[in-house]
Each structure stands twice: as structure tokens, then as C-alpha cells.
């Protein structure tokens, strides 16, 4: 019997060095301790996730179109419909969102930052902001830049529509 065999199998599952496996290791990470934490930080209660999730879609979406729809929301967050209008309805009742009659058709409600949705978003984006400094500042300036200029092109392929 060979004795390197066990070592080669365990070797093979070592996945330390890929960038895939990598990446699935920090959204899974990621994917509820981000929200909960950001939340947290911003509102003092992790209940305040759902409403985070829509007003920062809704400000994204706003960063490529003029107008946003509770369609846009659902597809920003990858949920059906009637979920992400419930969500909406939500965000508009605590006062972070407003609904108004889009112009270039009133059958669909135009979404509208609150000023205290405006607030909220930019309190979480910068507790994210906050996050990656923490985990990269014993990194040097050229590699600090250069990994965000990487993370920002990859997140725009990955969720280009």
C-alpha cells in the first residue's frame, strides 16, 4: 500500500490556496454576519436587517437609473416580487422610503430615499467602509489600493445584470 496516498487525498481537499473556494468561504461568512453587524451598528437592533437591505437597494439602484420600483428592489435582492414589496411597505411605514407616482407611467411607484434613509445607508456603508480598513491595515498603501480597485471590478461583473 502506498503511504503518500493519504497524504495526497488530504492535500487534495486542502483548498486553502484557491480563489474560489475563498470567496464562498467569506459569503458564507459574510452573509448574515455583515447585515446583523451592520444594523447593529447603525440602528442598534439586528430586527432593522430587511429595512438595511431595501434602502441600500434602492440607493443602488438610483446609482444606475432614475427610476426605482419595488420590481427593482426584488431584483436587487433576488427575492419575488411580493416579498420585496412587503419589505418595502416596511422601509416606507419607518419612515426611510417614499412612494410616489412615476412620472413616466402611474401605474408603478417611484422609491425615494427618506433623509433618514439616506442617514441609514450611509451609516452602514460606513461601518462596511470601517470593516475593510480593519481587515487590511497592516497591508501596504499599493496593496490596499489595489486589492479595493480588484473587489470593486469583481463585484461589478459578478453582479452585472
Same mark, same amino acid.
Do not use: Y
Given at each position: 500500500?502506498?503511504?503518500?496516498?493519504?497524504?495526497?487525498?488530504?492535500?487534495?481537499l486542502?483548498?486553502?490556496?484557491d480563489p474560489?473556494v475563498?470567496l464562498f468561504?467569506l459569503?458564507r461568512h459574510?452573509a448574515?454576519? &455583515?447585515?446583523q453587524?451592520?444594523a447593529m451598528?447603525?440602528?442598534?437592533?439586528?430586527k432593522?436587517v430587511?429595512r438595511i437591505l431595501?434602502i441600500d437597494?434602492?440607493?443602488t439602484a438610483?446609482?444606475?437609473?432614475?427610476?426605482?420600483?419595488?420590481?427593482?428592489v426584488a431584483r &436587487?435582492?433576488?427575492?419575488?416580487?411580493s416579498?420585496a414589496?412587503?419589505m418595502?411597505?416596511?422601509?416606507v411605514?419607518a419612515?426611510? %422610503?417614499?412612494?410616489?407616482?412615476?412620472?413616466h407611467?402611474?401605474?408603478h411607484?417611484a %422609491?425615494?430615499?427618506?433623509?433618514q434613509?439616506e442617514? %441609514?445607508?450611509?451609516?452602514a456603508?460606513?461601518?462596511q467602509?470601517?470593516?475593510?480598513d480593519?481587515?487590511t491595515?497592516d497591508?501596504s498603501v499599493?496593496d490596499?489600493?489595489?486589492f479595493?480597485?480588484? %473587489?470593486?471590478r469583481?463585484?461589478?461583473?459578478a453582479t452585472?445584470?
Amino acid at each position: 500500500m502506498d503511504q503518500t496516498q493519504p497524504a495526497t487525498r488530504v492535500s487534495a481537499l486542502d483548498s486553502s490556496g484557491d480563489p474560489g473556494v475563498a470567496l464562498f468561504r467569506l459569503i458564507r461568512h459574510w452573509a448574515r454576519r &455583515a447585515p446583523q453587524r451592520s444594523a447593529m451598528v447603525a440602528t442598534g437592533s439586528a430586527k432593522d436587517v430587511p429595512r438595511i437591505l431595501v434602502i441600500d437597494a434602492v440607493a443602488t439602484a438610483h446609482e444606475h437609473a432614475e427610476f426605482v420600483d419595488v420590481t427593482a428592489v426584488a431584483r &436587487a435582492l433576488g427575492i419575488d416580487h411580493s416579498g420585496a414589496s412587503r419589505m418595502v411597505s416596511d422601509a416606507v411605514q419607518a419612515g426611510l %422610503l417614499t412612494r410616489s407616482t412615476a412620472a413616466h407611467d402611474t401605474r408603478h411607484a417611484a %422609491l425615494l430615499l427618506t433623509e433618514q434613509g439616506e442617514a %441609514l445607508v450611509t451609516a452602514a456603508r460606513e461601518w462596511q467602509n470601517t470593516v475593510f480598513d480593519e481587515f487590511t491595515h497592516d497591508w501596504s498603501v499599493k496593496d490596499r489600493a489595489e486589492f479595493a480597485r480588484l %473587489l470593486v471590478r469583481f463585484c461589478a461583473a459578478a453582479t452585472a445584470h
